[in-house]
Nanobody, 121 residues
Framework: QVQLEESGGGLVQPGGSLRLSCAAS????????MGWYRQAPGKQRELAAQISRDGTTDYIMSVRGRFTISRDTAKNTVYLQMSSLKPEDTAVYHC???????????????WGQGTQVTVSS
């Protein structure tokens, strides 16, 4: 079975930094897009950042220049380096991967359990 284990969330002051990690385990044939969604209380879920297999990245406008997404495909891991954090970044962050799994013909999306990021003074 596929599992995504997230880590790195926590409480930081405005202007601080956090690095989120998401390590996927499973019998993968291939992993394609990886990324991070976030959802604040009472707000719509939004795609904060994603990275394709070839390294192409996309960010929501509000985090551009402050967040950096990266991946280590060999380790089935995606990272989100967050700097200059703002209270508006407070949310539950969920990582995801799009992957082919041994024995499954379709490309599926798998989700992490979520990690809380709180930015407050």
């Amino acid at each position: 079975q596929v599992q995504l284990e997230e880590s790195g969330g926590g409480l930081v002051q405005p202007g601080g930094s956090l690095r989120l990690s998401c390590a996927a385990s499973g019998n993968f044939v291939g992993i394609y897009d990886m990324g991070w969604y976030r959802q604040a209380p009472g707000k719509q879920r939004e795609l904060a950042a994603q990275i394709s297999r070839d390294g192409t990245t996309d960010y929501i406008m509000s985090v551009r220049g402050r967040f950096t997404i990266s991946r280590d495909t060999a380790k089935n891991t995606v990272y989100l380096q967050m700097s200059s954090l703002k209270p508006e970044d407070t949310a539950v962050y969920h990582c995801y991967i799009q992957a082919y799994v041994v024995g499954v013909a379709a490309l599926n999306t798998y989700w992490g359990q979520g990690t809380q990021v709180t930015v407050s003074s």
